[in-house]
C-alpha cells in the first residue's frame, strides 16, 4: 500500500496544470474563479481547446479520440481542470453520450456523432426524467410508435438541464407499454432539437437563472437509425450510462476549489475586529472540511483503481459512496463560503444593479455569486440519482439490507 | 412557566392569518416582487387600521401596547405568508430605535405617526467593512450650523428604500471598533448628500446601500453613548425575526408532510418510505427546538440585565439559525427537483431563512460570543 502519487502521475498532474494555466483564457478562470457559472461560450471555448490537446473527450479510447487514459490519468485531470477554475467539460456529450455510443452505437452514429460531440460542436442535453418519473426512471411515459421509417414521439420531458442551448437530446422513450415489465419496453433515441414538435419551455430555478427545462414532444418524427441498441433494451444503456463514469461524480476538485477561495475571502472581511481567516472557529470548521476532502480523496481513489483492475466496466456500488459524501462536501464548501460572505452576499444581483454601473461598485467583486451557488448546490443531492436513492443502492448492492 | 396565549393573542393570531389567507396567497406575493416598490402600499394602510402598525407602540402614542410575544406571533403570521412589507424596518428596528433613544417629545412626534401607518423607517448601523461587528462603525458625524452632519456609508440597510426617515449610528468620538462614541441621528430620506441605492435582497425584500456626503442629521439620544440602544434595536430584531423563521419553517414542515403524501414513486406515496419519516420526524424536532428558541428571544427583551439578555439573544439566534437551516434544507431535499424551482413556494421560505440567518450576526458569530462565556 501507498498513498502517495508516483512520480508518473506527479509529472501528469504538473502537465496538466501547466497546460490548463497557459491556455484557459483569463477572463474565463476570473470569471469562474468569482463563482460564476461558465457562460455557455466559456464552456465551449474551452471544451475545444482541450479537444486540439486531445483531452476534452477525457474518457474515451484513442480509436474515437479520446487519449486512452486510466482511471487515475482522468481522475487527476478532472480534479486539476475543476480546480483551476476551469468550466467543467459537458458532462452530456463527453460522459453520457460518448460512453453509450461507443459501446452501443453502430459505426455510422459513432463517426456522425462522436467527432461532434468532442469538440462540442453539437450541445447535447439529457431527456430522461419527467414529471411522474423521477427517482422511479423506469416509469416513463414519453412515447414512440414506429411508423415505417421513422418513430413519432410524443410526451413530455422535465429538469432537462441545458434543453435551451442544445441541438440534440439523448432520450429514454416507452416503445412498448405491453410489456411485463416496466423496464423492458423502454428505448434509447437521439432527438434532433430542430425537429418539428420540439418545444422547449424554461424553468427558472431558485438561484434565479434558467438552467433547466420542460422538453414537450408532439408528433415529432425521429428517423429509425437514431436508435441506440435495441428497441426495447434501452433500459441497460440507460444503467450504463448511469454507472458508467463514477471518477467524476465527487467533483472532488471544485470543492477544494471553493475553501481555497472561502480563505481567501476570509482575509478580507473580519469577525470580532480580525480578518476573519484569523478566527479560531472558521479556522475549525475549514479543518473539518478539509479533513473530509482528505477522506473522500482516498476514497475515491481506492473506488477508481478497484474499477481499473476489475476491468467488467460493472460501476462499483461504493461509487454512491462517492456520490453522497461528494455532494455533501459541495454543498459545505458552497456553505461555508456564503457564510464567509455573510450580509454582503444576500443582495441578488438583478437588472437593477447592473444597470447602475456607472456608479462605484454597490458590493463586492467576490459577492454576488455566493448565495446561488449555494442554493443551486441544494441539487446536488437530488439529480444523478438523489442521495436517499444512492443510500438504497448501498443498503441494497452491499449492505444486503 | 406559562406557554398559554390570551385571549387578544388569540384573536390577534386568527385575525392576521384571516386576512393573510386572503391577501397573501403565492401567487398575489408573487405580482409584488420586482414591482417596485417591492411590497403593497394597500396593505401597509390595511395593517395600520387593524393597529398591527402600532401593536408594540404604547397606548399613549396611539399603539395598542403589545409585548415581544404579541410582535413574535405576528411575525410567524408574516413568515408563514412571507410578507415583504417594512414591518420589521419600521415597527421593529425603528420604533425601537425612537423609544429608546427619544425623549418624550420625540416619541410623540414619530409613534403616533408609525402606528398610523404615516411614516416608515428603517435602521441603518452596519456598514459595508462590519459585517457582523457591532462597534465597527467608521461613519462619521460633524456638528455644523447647531445640527449635524454625516459622512460614510452604511450596508444592506433592511427597507433603506423606502424609508421616510432613516435612523442612522455614526461616530461623534472615538475609533473603529471601539464601544464608545456611537451615537445616532435621523436623516430625512430624501436628505441632500444622501444617496440611497435600493435593490432587492435573495428572498425578495427590499435593502439599500447608503452614501452620506454631508447628509443633515439630527441627533437622538445620547451622544457617544448609543451603542446600548443598537444592541436592543439589534436584540428587538433578531427576536421578531425568529418569529418570522418559525412561520416559514412551519409552512415548509406543511408543505413538506402534504407532497410526502401525495407524490408517488415506486407506486406508491414517497412518504411511505420509512427513510423519509425518520427526515420528516427530524424536521420536526428541529422545528420546535427552534419555537422553543423564538420564545426565548421574545421572552428576554424585557429582561433588565443587559448580559444576560444578550446571551439569551445569541442562543436564540444559534438555535433558530440551526433550525431554520436544517429544515429548509431538507424541505428542498424532500420534494426533488420541484423544491429546486422559483415557480414553488419551498424555495421562497428556503431564501427568507437565508437572508435572516446572516442578518444581525450569524450563528458562527453569536456561538462565538456564547464560547467566550463559557465558565
Ligand atoms: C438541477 C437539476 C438538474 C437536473 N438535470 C437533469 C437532466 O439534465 N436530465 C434529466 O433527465 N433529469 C435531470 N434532473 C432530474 C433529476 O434526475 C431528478 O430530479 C431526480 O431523479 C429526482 O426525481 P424527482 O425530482 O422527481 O424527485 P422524486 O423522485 O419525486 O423524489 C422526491 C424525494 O423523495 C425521495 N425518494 C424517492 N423515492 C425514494 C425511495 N424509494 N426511498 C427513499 N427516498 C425516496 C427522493 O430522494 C427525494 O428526496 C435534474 C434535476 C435537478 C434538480
Same mark, same amino acid.
Given at each position: 500500500?501507498?498513498l502517495?502519487?508516483?512520480e508518473?502521475?506527479?509529472a501528469?498532474?504538473?502537465?496538466?496544470?501547466?497546460?490548463i494555466?497557459?491556455?484557459?483564457?483569463?477572463?474565463?478562470?476570473?470569471?469562474?474563479?468569482l463563482?460564476?457559472?461558465p457562460?455557455?461560450?466559456?464552456t465551449?471555448?474551452?471544451?475545444r481547446?482541450?479537444?486540439?490537446?486531445?483531452w476534452?473527450?477525457?474518457?474515451?479510447?484513442?480509436?474515437?479520440?479520446?487519449?486512452?487514459?486510466?482511471?487515475v490519468?482522468?481522475?487527476?485531470?478532472?480534479?486539476e481542470?475543476?480546480?483551476?477554475?476551469?468550466?467543467?467539460?459537458?458532462?452530456?456529450?463527453?460522459?453520457?453520450?460518448?460512453p453509450?455510443?461507443?459501446?452501443?452505437?453502430t459505426e455510422a452514429?459513432?463517426?456522425?456523432?462522436? $467527432?461532434?460531440?468532442?469538440?462540442?460542436?453539437?450541445?447535447?442535453?439529457?431527456?430522461?426524467?419527467e414529471?411522474?418519473?423521477?427517482?422511479?426512471?423506469a416509469?416513463?411515459?414519453?412515447?414512440?410508435?414506429?411508423?415505417?421509417?421513422?418513430?413519432?414521439?410524443?410526451?413530455?420531458?422535465?429538469?432537462?438541464?441545458t434543453?435551451?442551448?442544445?441541438?440534440?437530446?439523448?432520450?429514454?422513450?416507452r416503445?412498448n407499454p405491453?410489456a411485463?415489465?416496466?423496464?423492458?419496453?423502454?428505448?434509447?433515441l437521439l432527438?434532433?432539437?430542430?425537429?418539428?414538435?420540439?418545444?422547449?419551455? $424554461?424553468?427558472?430555478?431558485?438561484?434565479?437563472?434558467h438552467?433547466l427545462?420542460e422538453?414537450?414532444?408532439?408528433?415529432?418524427?425521429?428517423?429509425v437509425?437514431?436508435?441506440?441498441?435495441?428497441?426495447?433494451r434501452?433500459?441497460?444503456?440507460?444503467?450504463?450510462?448511469?454507472?458508467n463514469?463514477?471518477t467524476g461524480?465527487?467533483?472532488?476538485?471544485?470543492?477544494?476549489?471553493r475553501?481555497?477561495?472561502?480563505?481567501e475571502?476570509?482575509?478580507?472581511?473580519?469577525?470580532?475586529?480580525?480578518?476573519l481567516?484569523?478566527d479560531?472557529?472558521?479556522?475549525?470548521?475549514?479543518?473539518?472540511l478539509e479533513?473530509?476532502?482528505?477522506?473522500?480523496?482516498?476514497?475515491?481513489?481506492?473506488?477508481v483503481?478497484?474499477y481499473?483492475?476489475?476491468?467488467?466496466?460493472? $460501476?462499483? $456500488?461504493?461509487s454512491?459512496?462517492?456520490?453522497?459524501?461528494?455532494?455533501?462536501?459541495l454543498?459545505?464548501?458552497?456553505?461555508?463560503?456564503?457564510d464567509?460572505?455573510?450580509?454582503?452576499?444576500?443582495?441578488?444581483?438583478?437588472?437593477e444593479l447592473?444597470?447602475?454601473?456607472?456608479?462605484?461598485?454597490?458590493?463586492?467583486?467576490w459577492?454576488?455569486?455566493?448565495a446561488?451557488?449555494?442554493?443551486?448546490?441544494?441539487?446536488?443531492?437530488?439529480?444523478?440519482?438523489?442521495?436517499?436513492?444512492?443510500k438504497?443502492?448501498?443498503?441494497?448492492?452491499?449492505?444486503?439490507? | 412557566m406559562?406557554f398559554?396565549?390570551?385571549?387578544?393573542?388569540?384573536?390577534?393570531?386568527?385575525?392576521?392569518?384571516r386576512?393573510?389567507?386572503?391577501?397573501?396567497?403565492?401567487?398575489q406575493?408573487?405580482?409584488?416582487?420586482?414591482?417596485a416598490?417591492?411590497?403593497?402600499?394597500?396593505l401597509w394602510?390595511?395593517?395600520?387600521?387593524?393597529g398591527l402598525?402600532?401593536?408594540?407602540?404604547?397606548?399613549?402614542?396611539?399603539?395598542?401596547?403589545?409585548?415581544?410575544?404579541?410582535?413574535?406571533?405576528?411575525?410567524?403570521?408574516?413568515?408563514?405568508?412571507?410578507?415583504?412589507?417594512?414591518?420589521?424596518?419600521?415597527?421593529v428596528?425603528?420604533?425601537?430605535?425612537?423609544?429608546?433613544?427619544?425623549?418624550?417629545?420625540l416619541?410623540?412626534?414619530?409613534?403616533?405617526?408609525?402606528?398610523?401607518?404615516?411614516?416608515?423607517?428603517?435602521?441603518a448601523h452596519?456598514?459595508?467593512?462590519?459585517?457582523?461587528?457591532?462597534?465597527?462603525v467608521?461613519?462619521t458625524?460633524t456638528?455644523?450650523n447647531?445640527?449635524?452632519?454625516l459622512?460614510?456609508g452604511k450596508?444592506v440597510v433592511?427597507?433603506?428604500?423606502c424609508a421616510?426617515?432613516?435612523?442612522?449610528?455614526?461616530?461623534t468620538?472615538g475609533?473603529r471598533?471601539e464601544a464608545?462614541?456611537?451615537?445616532l441621528?435621523?436623516?430625512?430620506?430624501?436628505?441632500?448628500?444622501?444617496?440611497?441605492?435600493?435593490y432587492?435582497?435573495?428572498d425578495?425584500?427590499?435593502a439599500?446601500?447608503?452614501?452620506?456626503?454631508?447628509?443633515?442629521?439630527?441627533?437622538?439620544?445620547?451622544?457617544?453613548?448609543?451603542?446600548?440602544?443598537?444592541?436592543?434595536?439589534?436584540?428587538?430584531g433578531?427576536?421578531?425575526m425568529?418569529?418570522?423563521?418559525?412561520?416559514?419553517?412551519?409552512?415548509m414542515?406543511?408543505?413538506t408532510l402534504?407532497?410526502?403524501?401525495?407524490?408517488?414513486?415506486?407506486?406508491r406515496?414517497?412518504?411511505d418510505?420509512?427513510a423519509?419519516q425518520?427526515?420528516?420526524?427530524?424536521?420536526?424536532?428541529?422545528?420546535?427546538q427552534?419555537?422553543s428558541?423564538?420564545m426565548?428571544?421574545?421572552?428576554?427583551?424585557?429582561?433588565?440585565?443587559?448580559a444576560?439578555r444578550?446571551?439569551?439573544i445569541?442562543?436564540?439566534k444559534?438555535?433558530v439559525?440551526?433550525a431554520?437551516?436544517?429544515?429548509?434544507?431538507?424541505?428542498v431535499?424532500?420534494?426533488g427537483?420541484?423544491?429546486?424551482?422559483d415557480?414553488y413556494?419551498?424555495?421562497h421560505?428556503f431564501?427568507r431563512v437565508?437572508?435572516?440567518e446572516?442578518?444581525f450576526g450569524d450563528?458562527?458569530?453569536?456561538?462565538?460570543?456564547l464560547?467566550?462565556?463559557?465558565?
Amino acid at each position: 500500500m501507498d498513498l502517495r502519487y508516483t512520480e508518473e502521475e506527479l509529472a501528469f498532474r504538473e502537465e496538466v496544470r501547466a497546460f490548463i494555466r497557459d491556455n484557459l483564457p483569463r477572463e474565463i478562470r476570473e470569471r469562474m474563479r468569482l463563482g460564476y457559472p461558465p457562460r455557455k461560450q466559456d464552456t465551449i471555448t474551452w471544451q475545444r481547446i482541450l479537444n486540439a490537446r486531445g483531452w476534452a473527450a477525457y474518457s474515451w479510447p484513442k480509436e474515437w479520440g479520446g487519449p486512452g487514459w486510466n482511471s487515475v490519468q482522468k481522475m487527476i485531470f478532472l480534479e486539476e481542470n475543476l480546480s483551476a477554475p476551469a468550466p467543467e467539460i459537458l458532462s452530456f456529450n463527453v460522459t453520457m453520450l460518448g460512453p453509450v455510443l461507443i459501446q452501443f452505437g453502430t459505426e455510422a452514429q459513432k463517426r456522425r456523432f462522436l $467527432p461532434a460531440a468532442a469538440n462540442l460542436d453539437e450541445w447535447w442535453c439529457q431527456g430522461f426524467s419527467e414529471p411522474g418519473a423521477g427517482s422511479d426512471l423506469a416509469s416513463l411515459k414519453t412515447r414512440a410508435v414506429k411508423e415505417g421509417d421513422h418513430y413519432i414521439v410524443n410526451g413530455q420531458k422535465i429538469w432537462t438541464s441545458t434543453a435551451h442551448n442544445a441541438d440534440w437530446c439523448f432520450c429514454l422513450v416507452r416503445t412498448n407499454p405491453q410489456a411485463a415489465k416496466k423496464q423492458e419496453g423502454i428505448s434509447f433515441l437521439l432527438i434532433d432539437m430542430k425537429t418539428p414538435g420540439v418545444e422547449v419551455r $424554461p424553468i427558472i430555478s431558485i438561484d434565479g437563472s434558467h438552467h433547466l427545462n420542460e422538453v414537450f414532444f408532439t408528433d415529432v418524427k425521429v428517423p429509425v437509425e437514431n436508435l441506440v441498441g435495441e428497441e426495447n433494451r434501452g433500459w441497460s444503456v440507460a444503467k450504463f450510462l448511469l454507472g458508467n463514469e463514477r471518477t467524476g461524480i465527487a467533483r472532488l476538485g471544485k470543492s477544494k476549489e471553493r475553501v481555497r477561495f472561502a480563505k481567501e475571502v476570509a482575509r478580507e472581511v473580519r469577525m470580532n475586529g480580525k480578518p476573519l481567516i484569523e478566527d479560531r472557529g472558521f479556522r475549525t470548521r475549514v479543518a473539518q472540511l478539509e479533513v473530509d476532502m482528505k477522506a473522500l480523496e482516498i476514497t475515491q481513489m481506492r473506488v477508481v483503481s478497484a474499477y481499473d483492475k476489475a476491468k467488467d466496466g460493472r $460501476p462499483d $456500488p461504493l461509487s454512491s459512496v462517492l456520490k453522497i459524501k461528494g455532494t455533501e462536501l459541495l454543498q459545505g464548501t458552497s456553505e461555508l463560503v456564503m457564510d464567509v460572505g455573510g450580509p454582503q452576499a444576500m443582495p441578488a444581483w438583478t437588472q437593477e444593479l447592473a444597470a447602475l454601473t456607472n456608479e462605484p461598485a454597490l458590493l463586492p467583486e467576490w459577492s454576488p455569486q455566493m448565495a446561488p451557488a449555494y442554493l443551486m448546490l441544494r441539487a446536488a443531492s437530488i439529480y444523478g440519482g438523489t442521495n436517499e436513492i444512492q443510500k438504497n443502492i448501498l443498503n441494497k448492492a452491499v449492505l444486503g439490507l | 412557566m406559562d406557554f398559554d396565549l390570551t385571549d387578544d393573542q388569540r384573536l390577534l393570531g386568527e385575525s392576521v392569518a384571516r386576512l393573510l389567507a386572503d391577501e397573501y396567497a403565492f401567487d398575489q406575493r408573487k405580482k409584488l416582487l420586482g414591482v417596485a416598490p417591492g411590497w403593497s402600499e394597500a396593505l401597509w394602510a390595511r395593517y395600520a387600521e387593524l393597529g398591527l402598525l402600532g401593536l408594540p407602540i404604547p397606548e399613549e402614542y396611539g399603539g395598542f401596547g403589545g409585548g415581544a410575544v404579541d410582535v413574535m406571533l405576528l411575525q410567524q403570521a408574516f413568515g408563514r405568508h412571507l410578507v415583504l412589507e417594512p414591518f420589521l424596518a419600521t415597527v421593529v428596528l425603528g420604533a425601537t430605535a425612537i423609544r429608546e433613544a427619544g425623549d418624550k417629545a420625540l416619541q410623540e412626534e414619530f409613534l403616533p405617526a408609525i402606528a398610523a401607518g404615516e411614516c416608515k423607517l428603517a435602521f441603518a448601523h452596519y456598514e459595508r467593512q462590519s459585517r457582523y461587528d457591532i462597534t465597527d462603525v467608521l461613519t462619521t458625524a460633524t456638528p455644523r450650523n447647531g445640527g449635524w452632519v454625516l459622512e460614510g456609508g452604511k450596508s444592506v440597510v433592511l427597507h433603506g428604500d423606502c424609508a421616510d426617515k432613516l435612523v442612522v449610528s455614526a461616530r461623534t468620538g472615538g475609533s473603529r471598533e471601539e464601544a464608545e462614541g456611537i451615537s445616532l441621528f435621523l436623516v430625512e430620506g430624501e436628505a441632500e448628500g444622501l444617496l440611497r441605492r435600493g435593490y432587492a435582497l435573495r428572498d425578495g425584500t427590499r435593502a439599500a446601500e447608503l452614501s452620506l456626503s454631508g447628509a443633515a442629521a439630527r441627533l437622538i439620544g445620547p451622544k457617544d453613548q448609543a451603542l446600548p440602544i443598537v444592541e436592543r434595536v439589534v436584540q428587538a430584531g433578531i427576536a421578531a425575526m425568529a418569529g418570522e423563521v418559525i412561520g416559514a419553517m412551519e409552512a415548509m414542515q406543511a408543505m413538506t408532510l402534504d407532497y410526502l403524501k401525495t407524490r408517488q414513486q415506486f407506486g406508491r406515496p414517497i412518504g411511505d418510505n420509512q427513510a423519509l419519516q425518520h427526515r420528516a420526524a427530524e424536521m420536526l424536532v428541529a422545528m420546535e427546538q427552534g419555537r422553543s428558541m423564538a420564545m426565548l428571544a421574545a421572552m428576554s427583551l424585557s429582561e433588565a440585565d443587559p448580559a444576560e439578555r444578550a446571551r439569551s439573544i445569541s442562543m436564540a439566534k444559534v438555535g433558530v439559525g440551526q433550525a431554520g437551516r436544517f429544515v429548509s434544507q431538507n424541505a428542498v431535499q424532500l420534494h426533488g427537483g420541484i423544491g429546486m424551482t422559483d415557480e414553488y413556494a419551498v424555495g421562497h421560505y428556503f431564501r427568507r431563512v437565508m437572508v435572516i440567518e446572516h442578518m444581525f450576526g450569524d450563528t458562527a458569530w453569536h456561538l462565538d460570543r456564547l464560547a467566550d462565556q463559557v465558565q
